[in-house]
């Protein structure tokens, strides 16, 4: 069984996070959706928070599951028995970044290998922290993220 991590912050998770995951799933007998949990970070949104919106969001994707971890990437892909990690590239301006970071990884733990998976040209554009941006500013994120964080970010905004 090929399981895959998909790691990543999702502060919030975007229709972009969801079009690398849909791939993902279709790849893969398992993906694992992890949200790091930084403590050295405070994020936008608490991570149990995002895990909570994540599963909201993916209900349809029968071998997709949610986690929240701690630490290494690595070793949490050690721990859930996954042999790959999926990172997404919106752009070419990601690639230097993620070439780094798996590199890294890959010194750390040569069994597990990273797959760059890319966006539908429509979701290049769409980061969380672009999102937060628009939110913040009273903007609409109704087309960037999914319906469950919509209606979250819409009820946050009331408060």
């Known amino acids: 069984m090929k399981i895959a991590i998909y790691p990543g912050s999702f502060d919030p998770i975007t229709k972009g996070h969801l079009d690398i995951l849909n791939t993902a799933a279709g790849l893969f007998d398992k ?5 790091a949990n930084n403590s050295e970070k405070h994020g936008f949104l608490p991570v149990e928070t995002r895990v909570k919106l994540i599963r909201e969001s993916i209900k349809d994707l ?5 986690d929240s971890f701690d630490g290494l990437t690595i070793n949490y892909a050690h721990q859930k028995g996954a042999s790959i990690l999926i990172r997404g590239l919106r752009a ?3 690639f230097e970044y993620e070439m780094q970071l798996s590199q890294a990884n890959s010194a750390l733990a ?5 797959v760059f998976l890319t966006t539908k040209p429509k ?3 769409i980061s969380s922290s672009t999102i937060r941006e628009i939110f913040i500013n009273n903007g609409d994120v109704s087309k ?5 964080v919509f209606e979250y970010l819409n009820k946050l905004s009331k408060c």
Not at 62 to 66: A, W
Request: net charge negative; hydrophobic share 45%; no cysteine.
């Open 110 to 114: 040569p069994d597990v290998k990273t």
């Open 123 to 125: 979701y290049n554009f």
């Open 62 to 66: 029968d071998n997709v599951e949610v």
């Open 144 to 148: 960037f993220v999914p319906e469950p």
């Open 31 to 35: 993906v694992i959706i992890a949200v």
């Open 92 to 94: 070419v301006s990601d």
